[in-house]
Structures are given as C-alpha cells and as structure tokens.
Nanobody, 126 residues
Framework: QGQLVESGGGLVQAGGSLRLSCAASGRSFSMYIMGWFRQAPGKEREFVAVISRSGGNIDYGDFVKGRFTISRDNAENTVYLQMNSLKPEDTAVYYC???????????????????WGQGTQVTVSS
C-alpha cells in the first residue's frame, strides 16, 4: 500500500516562509496529479494548489495570490509547496493528495483525489 507523507510544517511569524514536502511511495508517482489542500480549525478543507504529472500545468486557490509555488520532482517522488509572505489566516493543517491524471478537470475538488497524507500543521503568528 502506498503512502503520502508530508513534512516541513511548523511555527512561523507573519511574513515568513515555509516549504512543505510530500514524499510518495508505493505507486507510480509520475502518473498522478498532485494537490495540496488545507483545513483550518472550524472550517472545511479547501483547495490550495495542484500540479499536473509533468509539472507543465499548475493551478492555485484564489487566496494564494502569487505567494505559494507548487513543484514536483518525479525522480524523487516528491511534491513541494513553497509558501512565502505567510499570514495568520494561512494557519491550518496542510494535506497533500494524489489523483489520477484523468481527474484534472476536477482538480480543485476533494473527491477527485484517491490518496491523502496525514497532514502537517502550519501555524503563522501575528
């Protein structure tokens, strides 16, 4: 059974940066589109970013506004989320997820993703 394991979360001051990583194992990583979602306390999980199999197509949630960058390294079976200019409202548990490439049209929806990591906490202090 494959796994997705996130890392890189932590506590950072507003305006700071974090780089999240998601390591995949046990499956053909390059065959999947990879997404990041987040869930803040008391809120529903929301779409953050997604990257196509080759990395040639990328999409972001509206709130990102140029602050985050998603990337992937298929040789290392890893997807990254570089987060800059962090705000207190970015505080959440961040999850990575994998979806079949045929689900690109539903890439912002949770139900499009078959596999999920356990999440990593990001806390931004004001």
């Amino acid at each position: 059974q494959g796994q997705l394991v996130e890392s890189g979360g932590g506590l950072v001051q507003a305006g700071g940066s974090l780089r999240l990583s998601c390591a995949a194992s046990g499956r053909s990583f390059s065959m999947y589109i990879m997404g990041w979602f987040r869930q803040a306390p008391g809120k529903e999980r929301e779409f953050v970013a997604v990257i196509s199999r080759s990395g040639g197509n990328i999409d972001y949630g509206d709130f990102v506004k140029g602050r985050f960058t998603i990337s992937r390294d298929n040789a290392e079976n890893t997807v990254y989320l570089q987060m800059n200019s962090l705000k207190p409202e970015d505080t959440a548990v961040y999850y990575c997820a994998a979806a079949p490439y045929s689900n690109w049209g539903r890439r912002v929806e949770e139900y499009a993703y078959d596999y999920w990591g356990q999440g990593t906490q990001v806390t931004v202090s004001s």
